[in-house]
């Protein structure tokens, strides 16, 4: 195959044939050597790439499950609420009003934290003692109650257990990202989700 073997070079060199054969046997074994040297380093650099994106593409398939915080709206009349969130780095504040002429019952959880009550003295406003995670208040007619939440939730679930409509407007407001959603529901017999 090779024009110059080892027996031409020592022929030509008039070497004896021995030593030659060992030098090349010795260089070939390096050559060897160092190629899988490099094949195992290229194999190491490969699996590590491709570990390190399997760790990347778990992070981002696991993720935090969504929190949902439920608010239970309670009345006797169809009702008008109105329903205000804005979010900060996972703190947000909620505002919850209504316009009817009836007092309702309005079901939040207990790690909110009431701070701003408009169109009726603070007095009028009571509170149960919080049960199974929540606090069950009392809004007099056409109040406004501000909650904040130290831990806010992705999103809203808002129970209407008393079957009669319920119209809701919504805006939820996040001032990260600069995102507003706006809409109107009728909440009438299941329970929905705002955004």
Known sequence: MYKYTTEWYSQQKKL????????????????????????????????????????????????????????????????????????????????????????????????????????TPIDMLKNESPMLGFVRWHFPPETTVTFRMMDAPDNVLIHNPNRVPLKLSYVYVDLETEEILQDIKLIKDESMTLW
Do not use: C
Not at 66 to 75: F, G, N, S, V
Not at 77 to 106: N, P
């Open 16 to 119: 004896p044939l021995q030593p030659l054969t060992i030098y090349y046997e010795t260089m070939l074994a390096l050559s060897s050597l160092r190629m899988h040297g490099i094949l195992a380093m290229a194999a190491f650099v490969l699996l590590s790439i491709i570990a390190l994106n399997t760790i990347e593409l778990k992070a981002s398939i696991v993720q935090k499950p969504q929190q949902i915080a439920d608010i239970a709206i309670e009345h006797k009349e169809s009702l008008s609420v109105r329903i205000s969130m804005s979010m900060l780095h996972g703190q947000g504040i909620l505002e919850i009003g209504h316009d009817g002429k009836e007092t309702i019952q309005v079901s939040v959880p207990d790690s909110w934290e009431r701070t701003e009550v408009r169109n």
